[in-house]
């Protein structure tokens, strides 16, 4: 079992529509999760985290986390052209440890 | 907030040449870099982990004499590829890590060097 999944996608949505991106992850002591964007050609860049159960929003993105169930998820509403990017789950599971999903492609279809 | 400079962005070198990637914390001091290769469409793969003060440790798989890591700063860290082949061509990208708390780490990516063999 990978330490840290992710639907590779592409997960196509229209413009305007939420897209809703999920992650799981195996380490039950992990303590803290982070969505990072990377568009094509380029590093990747932070976009949330989240360390507590519940949700947290900032702007047009809802970061959800459930420790109990091991699942993190990012919504983003209003969906763009621009947001169309691979979207990458990641996971702190200690100090120094922190492992990546593969990624989710989005795809905003204007 | 925090940033992560890499230099060169972009690089072409001939084959069995040496080229060195360096990555710079700007705002704060990084006792852990990690250094990623991505190749086209794949995702990230982590190569090794720069510890300063200390030798890197390497995934599986990756040659430590080929990639060779200097972290010799608490700002700087250093990625040259040895003797590169055309089939080292990628893009490399390095992060470096920010202690939160004692929850972990927060990771800031560089901008990426893509590196190109001819």
């Known amino acids: 079992q990978k330490e840290v999944e992710q639907n590779s996608g592409p997960l196509s949505v229209p413009e305007g529509a939420i897209a809703s991106l999920n992650c799981t992850y195996s380490?039950?002591?992990?303590?803290?999760f982070f969505w990072y964007r990377q568009y094509s050609g380029k590093s990747p860049e932070l976009i949330m985290s989240?360390?507590?159960?519940g949700d947290k929003e900032d702007g047009r993105f809802t970061a959800q986390l459930n420790k109990a169930s091991q699942y993190v998820s990012l919504l983003i509403r209003d969906s763009q052209p621009s947001d169309s990017a691979t979207y990458l789950c990641?996971?702190?599971?200690?100090?120094?440890?922190?492992?990546f999903g593969i990624g989710t492609k989005l795809q905003v279809i204007p | 907030g925090a940033v992560v400079s890499q230099h060169p962005s972009r690089v072409i070198c001939k084959s069995g040449t040496s080229v060195k990637i360096e990555c710079r914390s700007l705002?704060?001091?990084?006792?852990?870099m990690f250094w990623y290769r991505q190749f086209p469409k794949q995702s990230l793969m982590l190569m090794a982990t720069?510890?300063?003060?200390?030798?890197?440790?390497?995934e599986q798989g990756v040659e430590k004499d080929k990639f060779l890591i200097n972290h010799a700063s608490l700002t700087l860290s250093t990625l040259t590829v040895t003797s590169a082949h055309p089939e080292d061509s990628s893009f490399y990208i390095c992060?470096?890590?920010?202690?939160?708390?004692?929850?972990?780490?927060?990771?800031?990516f560089g901008e990426g060097s893509w590196l190109t063999v001819v």
């Open positions: 992060s470096a890590a920010i202690s939160r708390d004692l929850s972990g780490n927060t990771i800031y």
């Open positions: 720069s510890n300063e003060g200390s030798k890197a440790t390497y």
């Open positions: 990641a996971v702190n599971a200690g100090y120094q440890k922190v492992t």
């Open positions: 989240i360390y507590s159960n």
């Open positions: 380490d039950r002591g992990s303590q803290s």
């Open positions: 705002d704060f001091q990084a006792t852990t």
